[in-house]
């Protein structure tokens, strides 16, 4: 069945380092792809998506990249800030399927 | 626009004692979802709902929990009787027609004692 990888938490950086956080997928079709955000306290939020090979979703400075070659959506952000601390979630969603398919969640810490 | 609004943010009960969870959905979204967050399993589906039926319930986790949506703005998801394992933190999460994104709100911890 169709799964999500991404890398085990928690991640630190300092403020304005580079942030890369890794996500592989399988699925059988030709699933969506979304990184969601969670912030301490609060639900989950669509940080963003694409929904096709080569598609780059982006949103607040972060960029992830649909590579079907790897199967990955690695996201990434030029220079984290102390804000930017939270839990991050890869997911997938076949065509027009409700259900999402989610990854265990990476926390990140970002130290001042 | 108001978001998903789930009550009470957190509960703290006895074990035996029934429990239920509150969820109004975003105005419009016909599709509702109830997901359970743990540490030791992640997120999990529930319950998922469709202009207001239960369309996949697969995820419930055994009788005691029960899940209703009597209407469109709100849904319930209840356990009796409650039990230590069922701690964690409850999501409700609303979209339009099962179309990714969901809208989640910001959840319910629950104790049980």
């Known amino acids: 069945g169709d799964s999500v990888t991404q890398m085990e938490g928690p991640v630190t950086l300092s403020e304005e380092a580079f942030l890369t956080i890794n996500c592989t997928y399988t699925?059988?079709?030709?699933?969506?792809l979304f990184w969601y955000v969670q912030y301490p306290g609060e639900g989950l939020q669509l940080l963003l998506k694409a929904t096709k090979a080569d598609d780059k979703g982006s949103n607040k400075g972060f960029e992830a990249t649909y590579r079907k070659e790897t199967t990955s959506f690695h996201l990434e952000k030029g220079s984290v800030q102390v804000s930017d601390s939270a839990v991050y979630f890869c997911a997938l969603s076949e065509d027009s399927n409700y259900q999402l398919i989610w990854g265990a969640g990476t926390k990140l810490i970002i130290k001042p | 626009d108001a978001g998903v609004i789930q009550s009470p943010r957190h509960e703290v009960t006895e074990m035996g004692q029934e429990v239920t969870l509150r969820c109004k959905p975003i105005?419009?979204?016909?599709?509702l979802f109830w997901y359970r967050q743990t540490m030791m399993r992640g997120l999990e589906l529930l319950i998922y709902f469709n202009n207001n039926v239960p369309i996949d319930d697969s995820g419930m986790p055994e009788d005691r929990f029960s899940a209703k949506m009597p209407n469109a703005s709100f849904s319930t998801l209840k356990i009796q009787p409650s039990e230590p394992r069922d701690s964690a933190v409850y999501f409700c999460?609303?979209?339009?027609?099962?179309?990714?994104?969901?809208?989640f709100g910001d959840g319910t911890r629950l104790s049980i004692l």
């Open positions: 999460a609303s979209s339009l027609s099962g179309v990714q994104p969901q809208h």
């Open positions: 699925a059988t079709g030709y699933p969506s």
């Open positions: 105005s419009g979204h016909n599709s």
